[in-house]
Nanobody, 125 residues
Framework: VDLVESGGGLVQAGGSLRLSCAASGRTFSNYAMGWFRQAPGKEREFVAACNWSGGSTAYADSVKGRFTISRDNAKNTLYLQMNSLKPEDTAVYYC???????????????????WGQGTQVTVSS
């Protein structure tokens, strides 16, 4: 499975961005998917995740109420709508696929099997 993120960029605090993650392969709809981010000098951290349909979701407390994860299985694409962005949201954002499906461990990095190359999000104050 190849994952390619896009949609990152430079935005002012309070602004919005929508990230996309295009997946190859015919089994995208079977996978749980997640978004993670890594700021300079910090460890990669969980942002959001969803099950195969997008009907079950999980969010980090730091983004809850501001970010929304969604997916379009017909387009093999995962999204992350980011609103009310803050400077502390600045990071490289990665999408990831878990072939084993959804459970309570989908907030953890180690359960994901495939990763994209990342897209930079920079929020200026």
């Amino acid at each position: 499975v190849d994952l390619v993120e896009s949609g990152g960029g430079l935005v002012q605090a309070g602004g919005s961005l929508r990230l996309s993650c295009a997946a190859s392969g015919r089994t995208f709809s079977n996978y749980a998917m997640g978004w993670f981010r890594q700021a300079p000098g910090k460890e990669r951290e969980f942002v959001a995740a969803c099950n195969w349909s997008g009907g079950s979701t999980a969010y980090a407390d730091s983004v809850k109420g501001r970010f929304t994860i969604s997916r379009d299985n017909a387009k093999n694409t995962l999204y992350l709508q980011m609103n009310s962005l803050k400077p502390e949201d600045t990071a490289v954002y990665y999408c990831a696929a878990d072939v084993d499906g959804w459970d309570r461990t989908n907030t953890q990095l180690h359960v994901y099997d495939y990763w994209g190359q990342g897209t930079q999000v920079t929020v200026s104050s």
